[in-house]
């Protein structure tokens, strides 16, 4: 079981992803924590990122690429993982998509999460995270619109894509996911 979730930010995907891993110990990987751990131990890398998460730009893809593939490439790689906020975008998705063919492993589904950017400001004016002022929010949600299309047809065509509401508690939502997930892997 090999899970992207899709979503832009406070669409509630990283929560979801949390909860795979507690209830079903679908393993957690994501991109935002591993370059915000990275800047936290101020490692080099770790400092070239930095100024992107403050402005809540995209990291350059390369850059990305590299951490996801070393993390891919480890001998202790999961066999199940859901990935939250990776790939974002086509050249991202390229590139894991060649990381994953060389440990000849498929994916199993991936998951968009609906919601609109009045829900999103709402719903991140109450989180603490450095890069949530609306301001920032608001660039990252434009982001999100501007790279997204690509990216799910990218996945559309791979017969990959599904789509859950993500303005329902988050209960249903997790319901919802788990099931797409169960039917996906009957597949
Ligand atoms: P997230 O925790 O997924 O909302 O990510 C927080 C920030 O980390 C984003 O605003 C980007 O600056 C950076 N980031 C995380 N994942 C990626 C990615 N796949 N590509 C580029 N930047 C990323």
Do not use: C, W
Not at 22 to 51: C, F, H, K, S, W
Not at 98 to 125: C, G, P, Q
Not at 137 to 150: A, L, P
């Amino acid at each position: 079981m090999r899970v992207v979730f899709i979503g832009p930010p406070g669409s509630g995907k990283g929560t979801q992803a949390r909860k795979l891993e507690e209830r079903l110990g679908i393993v957690y990987i994501g991109t935002g924590d591993m370059l915000r751990e990275e800047t936290r131990q101020r490692t080099e890398l770790g400092q070239r990122v930095e100024p992107y998460l403050t402005r809540g730009d995209l990291v350059p893809d390369s850059l990305v690429n590299d951490i996801v593939a070393e993390r891919l490439r480890r001998p202790d790689l999961p066999h199940r993982f859901v990935m939250d906020g990776y790939p974002r975008t086509v050249s991202q998705a390229r590139s894991f998509d060649a990381v994953l063919h060389e440990r000849k492993l498929e994916l199993t589904a991936v998951i968009n999460f609906l919601i609109d950017e009045e829900e999103v400001v709402r719903r991140l004016s109450g989180r603490q995270r450095a890069d949530d002022s609306e301001q920032t929010v608001r660039q990252r949600m434009q982001i999100f619109r501007d790279t997204s299309r690509e990216l799910l047809e990218h996945y559309r065509q791979k017969r990959l894509l599904y789509e859950v509401n993500a303005v329902d508690s988050e209960e249903n939502v997790y319901q919802t996911v788990a099931k797409i997930l169960q039917s996906a892997a009957g597949k």
